[in-house]
């Protein structure tokens, strides 16, 4: 931020006390002394500097008149007053000023006592550092002493009366030093023990600076510890607390400082409670000292205040004091309230300060101008013209509309502000008003000073802050309104005896309560505004205003208003008139207890309906339950159904498996036996072989190998009549299954119309299904999209088409996004989400004009609910276009211009990269020139290589041309015609299964 944006900042921000801190410190370090003295100056009109700044600003001061030699000390002595007064107990700019005062030498001698004198009321019990200060002043009475012996005189002539007056007087000094508990008593003691020997100073002086002493030590040693762990908490504190006037802040530094402020009560309640020795200017002085380093904690302003009020009754000093509370803690309501009433003490006392008697004389009016003068901020020499009274109010207006821009805490805070305006216009009107003449031939003049429309302002100023009050606390604005209307009402009769008035106010008060849409509010109105009249005495509207109030009364409250009028017109009525408001009350009771009647007969009514309502439904559910369980049951008995048939079929099938198992153990037994047999056949004929001779050997093997034959040609005619019937089985199942599967297609043609995806007449239903979708693409939202490539270039050049754009986004936000480059002529917009939740998002936006089309491609990679959109014109022109190809990834728009460049293009219009969905580089680009000669120039580049790669470079292909031959426009043309009419879904079956 530069500086005059700065300066201005703080113009512009003046309760901001960051924004002065960091404008102070910027032109600091650039030594702008002159603004920075007007930057220190705005800052001092609202909050109050710390000790640094005011050093700071001092010191500024000091070299700035002496590099200019113009020495202007009234200047210089107004600054040390103004950091006097936001730091009164600041030993460190005490100091200062007094040695300003002292070496300037601008002031008399008289005149630098009083500015002394003037120190040690502030600071003079200062129990740690208010020795600094006493020592300035005994030296420089000592320096005047110095000034009044000759040099060459080795013995002082004590009775001289000057030198004997001032000796006196520095006595004077030590004695009231050395009667205040102050560190470092004992130096001044032995000063004083020095002095005393030096010029002889009497016994009794030295008498009674010996018991101050030892009074003083006494007192000193009670409050050492708390003297001592103030100064350890301020010495070990890790930095400054800054005030800052923001809540977060403010709690965190009461927070550190918390241990710090809870001592300075502790020593000041040890102050305040003690029985002897009590001195209510040290516990000022405590305070003071408590509020310099804890200047923001609430509860120690408000218990100075307090202090001040209830003890010492000086009311011009209590104002002081919450002046600086409210520069420091200035959200505070209940330091408000207190300013308010201060103001009002000091009128009042300087009120009968100067008029002791009762009634005004003609003469006191000049007294009652120079009040004016001094309260009227503007024009007091046009004072005759103005009324004493509304300068006050305007006064305290202005207090009050600056203790709105703080803000408040609470809701009470705030009314109670109000309250205080109106009771303080209300007091101060009545003092005013019991001391004017009532003489008829002064009231003219004193019109001028009192007069009833000075507290009808205030009534006229506190509703419109009501009304008109951005104020978030104000909850329940209505009730305070009528409120604050009701108390009017009593000033107007009490104070101001105007009885008129007083019953309007009344009635509009029962007015605005009808808002609220409670009758109950009106009836208590009525019933506070008759015992008003009763107390008054005003018995003929009071009888009128209960006959109009019981009518209007409730069951709630009819019992006490009932016995309120029965007891007023046994009171004050006569026989008549108590029997008239029997028959009234009577009337009344009889119409409330049919209504009463009425509303238990609907409340009976409603009961008997509800009863039934949940029968009803205790019904229907009982109904729903035992259809849900009957479902429940028959989806049971269908599940075991299915679980029988289930099982059934595992069971068949396990006995066919049995049955099968049990065929072959039986075959393989079969075999089994016959190869035994054979086997014992084998045996015995070898037996008989052994026996006979070779030659019968042989026969027999004769034998053997007819028999062989016979059984191989016996197991094989077996085999083949088993596979035989096999076959045959097998050829039934199939046929079965076949059966089976063309009566499930017929059933299903017959239900759903199905066709077979195999067939040729679904070829044929699915070319005549393209036909016809071929000819629904010319809906309304194609025809749109090929209006826009259709008609001239203009349109082309100013319709964007934008890609990528996240399903969740709306055409409300895509216009609203695109409509601050210019006026957004129409939007077609468009989206789909895909069964595998994957989506497809476009659009096209057409502009007023070509510029601002132009001006909407910066928005080309913006970043819009989490995806980078793609934004290019729908069918840009290409006049002088050049596409660029093998590009490295790396390459940048910059290092493709300096390229061209360099190799004999005067100028490159534009060059755009092209970027995937996810905005990275794809390889390529487009440039476009100005003028013919670039344009072919480019086309003409060849053997040209960036980042070892070898470039391309190619005429761009124009997109209108053969529009309709356009991959791009059969592509989108294809996305609309899915997004006009959904696909049907086709149903398939598996004829396997």
């Known amino acids: 931020m530069e500086m005059d944006e700065l300066i201005q900042y703080t113009i512009n921000n003046p309760f901001d006390y960051n924004g002065f801190i960091r404008a102070i410190k910027e032109l600091t370090k650039k030594s702008d002394i002159q603004n920075l003295n007007q930057i220190r100056e705005n800052m001092n009109l609202t909050f109050p500097l710390t000790e640094e700044l005011w050093l700071n600003w001092i010191t500024d001061e000091e070299n700035k008149q002496l590099n200019e030699q113009k020495y202007d000390f009234n200047k210089l002595v107004d600054l040390y007053l103004k950091a006097l007064k936001d730091c009164p107990v600041n030993i460190s700019i005490w100091c200062k000023y007094l040695d300003f005062i002292t070496v300037s030498k601008h002031l008399t001698t008289e005149n630098t006592r009083k500015e002394f004198e003037k120190s040690l009321q502030k ?162 002085c405590l305070y003071e000292r408590a509020l310099g380093s804890s200047s923001f904690s609430v509860d120690l302003w408000i218990e100075y205040s307090q202090f001040v009020n209830e003890k010492l009754n000086d009311f011009v000093f209590l104002n002081e004091i919450l002046n600086r509370a409210l520069r420091n803690c200035p959200w505070t309501g209940y330091l408000w309230l207190q300013k308010i009433r201060a103001i009002e003490k000091v009128l009042i006392s300087k009120l009968e300060k100067n008029f002791n008697s009762q009634i005004l004389d003609e003469n006191e009016f000049d007294i009652l101008f120079e009040i004016v003068k001094k309260k009227s901020p503007k024009n007091p020499e046009k004072i005759s013209n103005i009324n004493f009274l509304d300068s006050i109010e305007v006064e305290i207006r202005q207090i009050i509309e600056k203790a709105f821009l703080f803000g408040f805490q609470t809701e009470d805070e705030y009314i109670q502000l109000l309250y205080s305006f109106i009771d303080f216009c209300k007091r101060i009107f009545q003092a005013f008003s019991q001391r004017i003449s009532k003489d008829s031939t002064k009231k003219k003049k004193m019109s001028q000073f009192i007069h009833p429309q000075f507290i009808r302002n205030s009534y006229k100023y506190i509703l ?122 009577n009337q009344r009771l009889l119409e409330l207890n049919n209504k009463q009647q009425k509303i238990e007969e609907k409340k009976e009514n409603q009961k008997k309906k509800n009863q039934n309502q949940k029968k009803k439904n205790q019904n229907r559910k009982q109904n729903q339950n035992q259809n849900k369980q009957q479902k429940k049951n028959q989806n049971q008995n269908q599940n075991q159904k299915k679980k029988n048939q289930n099982q059934k079929k595992k069971n068949q099938n396990q006995n066919r498996k049995q049955n099968q198992n049990q065929n ?67 050829n039934q199942n199939q046929n079965q299954i076949k059966m089976n599967l063309e009566e499930n297609k017929m059933d299903i043609i017959q239900n759903q119309d199905f066709v077979p995806f195999n067939s040729k007449d679904q070829k044929q239903t699915k070319n005549e299904d393209k036909k016809r979708n071929q000819e629904n693409l010319e809906n309304e939202e194609f025809q749109k999209i090929r209006k826009v490539h259709q008609e001239n270039g203009e349109k082309d050049n100013k319709t964007l088409f934008v890609n990528n754009i996240p399903f969740e986004t709306t055409e409300e936000k895509l216009e609203k996004l695109f409509s601050q480059y210019g006026k957004v002529k129409e939007v077609r917009f468009a989206k789909k989400r895909k069964e595998n939740k994957s989506s497809v998002v476009f659009a096209y936006i057409e502009f007023e004009n070509e510029e601002m089309a132009q001006k909407a491609l910066e928005l080309d990679g913006f970043k819009l609910d989490g995806k980078n959109i793609r934004v290019a014109i729908s069918c840009p022109p290409l006049k002088y276009k050049v596409f660029i190809d093998n590009l490295p990834f790396s390459a940048t728009v910059s290092s493709i211009e300096k390229l061209i460049l360099q190799n004999g293009c005067t100028e490159v219009k534009n060059i755009r990269l092209g970027l995937s969905q996810n905005g990275k580089p794809r390889g390529f680009a487009f440039a476009e020139f100005k003028e013919n000669q670039n344009y072919n120039l480019a086309l003409s580049f060849q053997n040209l290589f960036l980042e070892g790669r070898k470039i391309i470079f190619k005429k761009a292909t124009d997109q209108r041309k053969n529009f309709k031959k356009n991959p791009k426009f059969n592509m989108r043309k294809k996305s609309f015609q899915n997004f006009s009419k959904p696909k049907p879904r086709k149903q398939r079956i598996n004829l396997n299964n």
Not at 673 to 694: K, L
């Open 664 to 730: 072959q153990n039986e075959n393989e037994n079969q075999n089994q036996n016959q190869n035994q047999n054979q086997n014992q056949i084998e045996n015995e004929n070898e037996n008989e072989i052994q026996n006979e001779n070779e030659n019968e050997n042989q026969n027999q093997n004769q034998n053997q190998n007819e028999n062989q034959n016979q059984n191989e040609n016996e197991n094989e005619n077996e085999n083949q009549n088993q596979n035989q019937i096999e076959n045959q089985n097998q």
């Open 123 to 284: 600071v003079g019990l200062h129990t740690s550092e208010a020795t600094l200060v006493w020592n300035k002043y005994r030296k420089f009475e000592e320096e005047i002493l110095d000034s009044l012996i000759p040099d060459n005189s080795e013995n002082v002539d004590l009775k001289n009366p000057v030198i004997k007056k001032q000796l006196e007087h520095i006595g004077s000094i030590y004695l009231r030093q050395i009667s205040i508990p102050l560190a470092g008593i004992e130096d001044t003691k032995n000063d004083y023990v020095d002095f005393a020997d030096i010029y002889s100073r009497p016994d009794s002086e030295i008498q009674s600076i010996q018991d101050s002493y030892s009074k003083s030590i006494e007192i000193l040693h009670s409050v050492q510890e708390f003297e001592m762990k103030i100064y350890r908490i301020i010495t070990t504190q890790d930095s400054e607390i800054i005030i800052t006037f923001d809540g977060e802040n403010i709690q965190e530094n009461v927070q550190k400082n918390q241990e710090l402020i809870n001592i300075w009560k502790e020593y000041i309640d040890f102050e305040k409670n003690r029985k002897s020795d009590y001195d209510p200017s040290r516990i000022i």
């Open 464 to 585: 419109e802050q009501l009304e008109n009050t951005q104020n978030q606390i104000l909850t329940n604005r209505k009730y305070y309104q009528i409120e604050m209307v009701k108390h009017f009402a009593f000033i107007e009769r009490i104070v101001l005896n105007c009885y008129d008035e007083s019953k309007n106010f009344w009635e509009n008060a029962i007015f605005l309560s009808k808002d609220q849409q409670s009758q109950s509010n009106q009836v208590s109105i009525l019933y506070d505004w008759i015992q008003f009249e009763i107390s008054h005495g005003s018995y003929s509207d009071s009888r009128k205003l209960f006959k109009r109030l019981v009518p209007q009364c409730t069951l709630e409250f009819f019992n006490s208003v009932m016995s309120l009028f029965l007891r007023f017109e046994r009171q004050f009525g006569s026989l008549n008139d108590f029997e008239v408001a029997e028959k009234i009350c």
